[in-house]
C-alpha cells in the first residue's frame, strides 16, 4: 500500500506461539542438565525438539491449530506419554491470567536462551543457541511481546483466555500414542534414535540433522529451495504415504468439495483464530499454486476460494492471495474472475510481491508492470485467444525492453516462441517484426518459422547468459521440438545462394535434448544459488514450476492414523520437482521425436521411463501423455484387445484430466477399430466428436484439427466416397500448407495418394505418393517413408504387370525398415502387396515358390486377425485361395474361402461387439 | 402528497421520538426536512423566515417546471407517528440512561438498563450495546493492526444482540426501532437479504427513521432488488427513492423525484445538497456551483458534501473560491476527511502535489473507505509520474466502489502512461462500460487505440464515433474521426467529418488550427471531386488565414481559375446548372 505502507514479515504474539514457547522451555529448562526431568531418553528429548521445530516450519495451512488440535497433534506426533506435557501446558496456560503474568513469563523465556557471550558453555548444559532456528523463533516471540503496547498485552491475555476455553470440548477422540504404526518407516525412525548426540549442546540443531542426511545422501533435499525459505526450513518432510494420502485426498476434492473446508475453523475471529507467520502463510499459497499448476483439477475452485477469501479478510496487505485465485479460476477455466483477479494483483503488488520481496530502497521503484503483461499474455494463450495473447505478450517485450529487464525478456520471448509453436498464426510480421528482432530493422521479413526461430535463439541467449537454467533447459527443448519438424534455411539470402541441405537434422535434435539434460549435474553441483529466478518461474513458463522444497508437514487432525511425524522423509531424489519435470518432459520429447523419425522401440522405451520414473513429478497432462503414447503402441502392435485394457486403466489414473489426452486416445481407438471393423458410422460419429473437440477459434488446436481431418477422409474413403474424401485431404492440405505443419502433410499427401489409388486413378496418385516421399526424406520420417514407398509400390502394381518387378524391389527396400518399426498393419500390408507382386509378375511361377507367397500371406492375415481388420483380411484369404486353387490344393483352398466368407461377411454386416 | 402541516406535525412528533432513542443523526435529519418545509409566509414574521429566504433565488432560477402531478396515494398511510410509551415506571433508569448515553457512557447506560422491561428502554439497552461495540471495534481496528494489514475487527455484542432481537422478533414484541437495529445487526453480519426483509419492515411501520431508509439504500445495489421491495406509500419513500436512485446512477430520476420533493420541503439544504450531487454527475458544473453557493450562505458552517464543491471549484480553476472554502471548513472542523479532502484539492489546483497527498492522505487516516480520496490522491500520484503509487490508490478507490468509472479510467491512463496500451485498454472498457455517456471517456479509449504501439485504428475510429455521439464538449472526436479516415485513406468519409467539425466549430465560434486543418482539406478535396465553387468558398476562407495554408489556398484558387478560363470543363458546367 502507498499511503500506510507496512512492513511485511512482523511477526506477532499469538497463544499458539505462547504453548510453543511453554513447550520450549520444556524442552530446555534453564539451568538444568543432561536430560531434564519429564524426558526418558535423548531420542525423546530430541523428538519434542523436532516437534517445535517442524510446528514453527509447518505451511500446510493459514491459520495457527487452536489448542485441542495442537494438543491432539502432539499427542499424534509424541510418542511418549503425554500426559504430564499436557497438563504442564494447560496449567501453565491457565495460570496466565494478568498482564505481569505475561511479563515474567516471557522474561524468564529469555533465561532459557544462552547468552552472545557464552562462548564457554559446560559440557552437557542445556542451552538454546541464539541462532538456532528454535532460538531464533523464541528470540521474535520475545521482542514481539516486548513490542507489545499495553492493549496489545490485554489482546493476547483475552486471546489466551479464548484458546484455553475452546479446548477441552470439541477434542476429538484421541488416537493412542502411536509409535508402533509406523512400520514402514521404522528404519528411519531407529535411526534416527540411534543417532550420536553425546555432545548436547544444543547448537543449531538443523546443523546435526543436515549433516546426517548429508553423510546418508550426499545431497540435501532442500537446498534448492528459495533462500528466505531454505533459511527457516529444514529437512524434516512428511512420510512419503502421508504425502500420497493427501494428494489423493486431493483429488476427490475435485469432484466433491473440498474436504479441508470442514476443518476449517470458523471465520469468526471471536473464535480466535490468528494466522501464521508471513512465510509459513506464503508458503502454504506457494504450495497451492504448485499443486494448481501441476494438477488444476485437483484443488476445488469453491473450497480454495473459500480459504483465499478467509485469508483476504485476515490479511487484507497480502496480495499474493489475488494470484492464487488468478491461478484457481484459470485452472477452472473461470475466463473473467482470472482476468479480473490477474489484473487485481498487478495493480496492488506492481510484479514486486513475493517471498523474495525487499522493498524497494534503490532498485527502481516503477514497478515490474511488464510480469503483468507476461502473465497476462499466458493466460489469454491458455484460454485459446491466440491473437490477444500475442498482442500482449508483444507489449511484454517491448515494456521489458524499456525497463531492461532481461530476465522477463528472456521469459517472454520463450512464451512467444511457445505460443507461435503451438498455435497456427500465418502472419505474426506485424507485430512481432515492429518491436523484437535484430533483423527486421534491416528491413527483411521473416517468415513465422524463422520468426521463431530468432525468438527461440533470443531467449535462450538472455537465459543463458542470466544463468536462469530452467529456462535454458526448456529453451533447449523448444528448440529440440523446432529442429524436429523445421528444416533450417539460413535466415538472411542475399548473394550467391548457398548450398542448403533441405532436410532436418536429428542430430541437432538430439544435442539440444541433451543439453537440456544438462539441467540435472547443474542442479547436482550447484546448490542453493538456484534462488533468484524461482520468484518469477511459477507462472512464467506453464512447463516450469518453481523450485518448492518447503515441507507438508501435514498436521491436521483429521489424519489420526497417519504414522510418525518425525520420519525423515526419504525423498528418493533431491532434484527439485521442476526439474524432475522438466527432464520428464525431455523424455517425453524424444519419444515424440523417435515416433517420428519412425523407431518403436525407442519411442516406447521413452515413453516407459517418463511413465516409470517421472509420474509423480510430471504435470498430470504429461503424464497421460506417456500413458497415452504407451497406449498406441500397444494397439499398434499389439491390437485393440491390449490397447483398450490398457485405456482402462489409464482412465482411471487420469480422471480429472480425461477431458484431453485420454479422451483423445481413447477417440482415436474407437475410430481406427471402427475403421478396421468396418462400422462406418460409429467411425464418422467418433470422428465428428474429435472434431467438436478443438477450439473453434482458427489456428487454435492445429493438431487437433489436422487430426480430425484426416480421420475425415480416412473414413470418407472406407465408405468409398473417393470425391468427397480427395475434396476434404485437399482443403486439409491447404490447411496444413497455410500453417507451415510439413510433417502432417507429409501423411495428408500420402492419404491423397491413398485416395486416388483406391479410386483407380493410379496415375493421378503416383505424383502425390512421391511428393510425400519427398516430404518424408526431408524430415527423416522413415517409417512414414516406407508406407509412402508401398503405396508407391501399389500404384505402380495397379499401372500392370509389367512394373511389378519395380514395385517389388520398392517393396524390399522398405521391408527391413518395415518389419523392424512397423506396426501389425503396416507389415501385413506389406506382406500382402509383396504377394500381390509375385503373383502378377508374368516370370513369377506360382507352383514353383507358392512358399514364399503362401507364408507371407499367412503371416500377414495372422497379424489382420488380431487386428480385426476384416477388409484386408478377407484380402489375404482371397489371395491365399487364388494360390491354393492354382496349386490345386482344395482342401485349404475351401477353408481359406471359408475365411474369406467369414470376413466379407462381417465387413459387410458391421455389428457392434460388445467391447 | 400529504399536506405540508401534516408533514410538519409527523416530524415535530417524530423527532422526539427519534431523541428519545437516541437516534440522533435521524432525529438531526428530521429536523432538517422540518424547517426545509415552506412557512406560510401571512402566518409568520419575517423573522421566521429569515433562514429560507435566500434559497427562493435559486429556486427561481433552477426550477424550471413546477411539478404538480402527485403519486397514486398510498393504500397503507401512516399518518401521525402513533407510538406507545413506555409507562413511567422504569422512566428514572430510563432518564439516568440516556443521560449516560448523550455523554458516550455506552456501557453504563446499557447496564442501567439492565432489568428494565419497557419497549424504549430495552431499545436504549440493546443500542447502547451496540454503540459501545462499535466504539470498541473502531479502537480494536487500530490495535490490532497486524503484519499483513488490518485484521478485520468486529463489534463482539452483534451476537448476543442478534439472538436477543430475533426472539423478539419471533415474539412479536419488538417495534420497529428494535426492527432497525436488528436490520443494522444482521447487516453487519452479513446476512443482507434478512436484514433488508427487517429494515423493510421497521420502515413501512415507522417511516420518519432515516436511518433505517439509508440502511435499507445501502442494501439495495441493483435496480432489481430495489424495485422488489414492497414499500408503503408515503412521503418518505420518495426521499428513500431519490437517494437509491442517485446511488444507483439514475441521476435523472433522481433529479427527477428531489425536485417533486422541493414542492413541500422547498427549503430543505439537505435536498438542495442531493440535487447538487445529481448535477455534479450530469457534470452540471454552473448549476452546482450556484446551489453550494446558496447552501453556504444559509448554513455557513456547514462540511457535508463541501468535497463535492470543492471538485466543482477545482475543475473551473477558481483557485481562490477553493482557498476561501478550504479556509471555512478547517476553521470549522479541521479533522473531517471532507475538510483535508477540500485542502488536498486547493494544493493539488496549485500544483503542491506532495502536499496534497498529504492532505488525501489524512482524509483516508479518518475514513479508510473514503472513496473520492483515493481517486483523487492516484490523480495527484499519476501528476507525480509515481505510476505505481497512483496504480494501487486507483485500485484500493476500485475494491471500494467497483462502479467508480474515474477510478477504472484513471487506472487505464496510468498503465497508458507506462508504456503499456494494451494492457490499460482493459481499464478503459471496464470505465466506458460504467459510464458510456461520457465522451472524454471513449476519446481517452480511442487515443489508446490510437498509440503507435498498437495502431489500432479501426477500433480507434469506433471509439471517437461513440464519442461523438455522446456530445463531445471538446470536440476532440470529430476531428480525430477527420483525421483517421483520412489517414487510412477513406476520403469521404474524412470529408464528411471535417465539414461536421467546422460547422460546429462556426456555430460555437471557435477558431484555431483545427479550423485551418478541416478548411484546407475540404478546399483540396472538393477540388479534387471538381466541386470547384465549393473548394473556391474554403480557399476564400482560407484567406483570413497567415501561415503556409493561406498560399495553399492561393495556389488551389490560381489552379481553379486557370482551369476555369480555359473553360474545357464542360462537366462542371453541367454540374452547377439551376435545377
Redesign the interface.
Known sequence: ????F???????ITPHKVSVCILLKIYAPPGLRAVPYPFISIAQHNRLGLFLLALTKSCDDIVEPKLDEFIHQFRVAGGFSSHWYINHLTSSLSSLLSPDDLFNFFAEMRGILAGPDSGVVEDDQLMLDLNSNLGIFLRRCVLAFNLL?F??VC?LLTNIEIYRKEAPSSCPPYEQPCLDDSSSNLETCSEYENMDLENFVYEKVSEEIEARKEASEKVPFHLHAPKTLLDLVDDIDVPADLVSKHSEKGRQAGSYGDPTNNMLPDT???SGTF?RT?WQ?QGYLQEQADTIEKDGSSVSLNGFEIILQQLQ??????HRVHFLRYLNSQSHDDYIAA?ENL??YF??S?GTEGFDFVPPVSSN???K?EI??LC?GMMQFHFGHPKLAL??L??AV??SQ?QSNDTCLAYTLAAISNLLFENGISSTSKMLGLSYSPLTSVGITLSVQQQLFVLLRGSLKRAESLKLKRLVASNHLAMAKFDLTHVQRPLLSFGPKAFMKLRTCPVDVCKEIRLSYHLISDFGSEGSAMTVDGAFSTAWLKNLQKPMGSLVLSLESGSSNSSNVFQFCAQPTSIPGSVLQLLGSSYLLRATAWELYGSAPLSRMNALVHATCFADASSSSDAALAYVKLIQHLAVFKGYRGAFSALKIAEEKFLSVSKSQILLCKLQLLHDCALHRGQLKLAQQVCDELRVLASPVTGVDMQLKTEAGLRHARTLLAASQFREAASVAHSLFCMCYGYNLQVENASVLLLLAEIHKKSGNAVVGLPYALASLSFCQSFNLDLLKASATLTLAELWLSLGSSHATRALNLIHGAFPMILGHGGLELCSRAYIIEAKCYLSDPNFNVSENYEVVIDSLRQASDELQLLEYHEMAAEAFYLMAMVYDKLGQLEKREEAAASFKKHILALNNPQDKDD | MSSKESCRSELRIAIRQLNDRCLCSASKWAAEQLTGIEQDPAKFTPSNTRFQRGSSSIQRRYRTKDITTTPVSGVSYVTTPVMVEDDLVDGDFYLLAKSYFDCREYKRAAHVLRDQTGRKSLFLRCYALYMAGEKRKE??MI????????????N?EL?SLERELSTLRKNGTIDPFGLYLYGLVLKQKGSESLSRTVLEESVNNYPWNWNAWSELQSLCTTIDILNSLNLNNHWMKDFFLASAYQELRMHNESLAKYQYLQGIFGYSNYIQAQVAKAQYSLREFDQVEAIFEELLRNDPYRVDDMDMYSNVLYAKESASALSHLAHRVFMTDKYRPESCCIIGNYYSLKGMHEKSVVYF?RA??LNKNYLSAWTL?GHE?VEMK????A??????AV?IDPCDYRAWYG?GQA?EM??????AL??FRKSVFLQPNDSRLWIAMGQCYETE??RMLDDAIKCYKRAADCNDGEAIALHQLAKLHSDLGRLDEAAFYYKKDLERMEDEDREGPNMVEALVYLATYCRGQKRDEEAEVYCTRLLDYTGPERETAKSLLRGMGMESTQSGHPGMDIEHLPP
Open positions: 500500500m502507498v499511503g500506510i507496512i512492513q511485511p514479515g512482523a511477526f506477532a503496547s492493549e496489545g489482546h469468526d475471529p471471536s494466522l508471513n502463510v479478510k485476515m490479511a487484507p496487505e497480502l482476468l489484473h487485481c495493480d496492488y506492481a521503484s516503477y514497478g508492470y503483468a503483461l497476462l498482442e500482449v508483444t507489449e517491448r515494456v524499456q | 479502537e480494536e490495535e490490532l493492526e497486524g503484519p499483513l494489514g488490518k485484521s478485520d475487527a468486529i463482539q451476537v492522505r483516508l487516516k490522491m500520484f509515481n505510476t505505481p503509487a496504480v494501487d490508490a486507483y485500485r484500493r475494491d487506472l498503465y507506462m508504456g503499456m496500451p494494451f494492457y482493459h481499464y504501439q498498437l
